[in-house]
């Protein structure tokens, strides 16, 4: 395990596997919404995000977390391992809320500077309604990696304690759903 992509849904635990992962491997951990918000929740130019994730994505060893369509394709195809984190609806609404009220004016490790936690009802109303699209999205994503590509579904927050203390859950064929949770 060199190159891991963690992908999932907002409030999934991405970035927080990202960390907990990189403690444990000694991987750089890099967080892509540092790459996709400039000060001020200011989205960067296109161009110049999608070449910090695309160059981030060709170091030799990472935990790259975040989803971000555009430059997906390219790093799964460099990736070694990919991490779904497959987290029901209410959990990750119930992180997000926790989240938010734990680190409200704070700046999270995962965020760029001068974006501080805050609320946001659009945000909010995103993660609901694209729930739907952006599973699909990910499950046709993860189906499109190569057959030599670790692929692990984790859908409870047991499952990646288990995947972190060691006790991985079985390895998934790629476009597999089920790890036990």
Known sequence: MKRVMILGQSGSGKSRLARALSDRTGLPAIHLDRFYWAPGWVPRDRPERERMMLEAAQGPRWIIDGN????????????????????????????????????????RPDLADGCPEHVSMDFWRWVWASRQETRARLGALIAAATPETEIVILRSPGAVRRFLDGQAPRRAAPGARTIPA
Do not use: E, K, M, N
């Open 68 to 107: 971000y369509f555009s430059t997906a394709c390219t790093r799964i195809a460099r990736a070694d391992t990919v991490i779904l984190l497959d987290i029901p609806v209410v959990l990750r609404f119930w992180r997000v809320l926790r989240r938010t009220a734990t680190s409200y004016g704070q700046v």
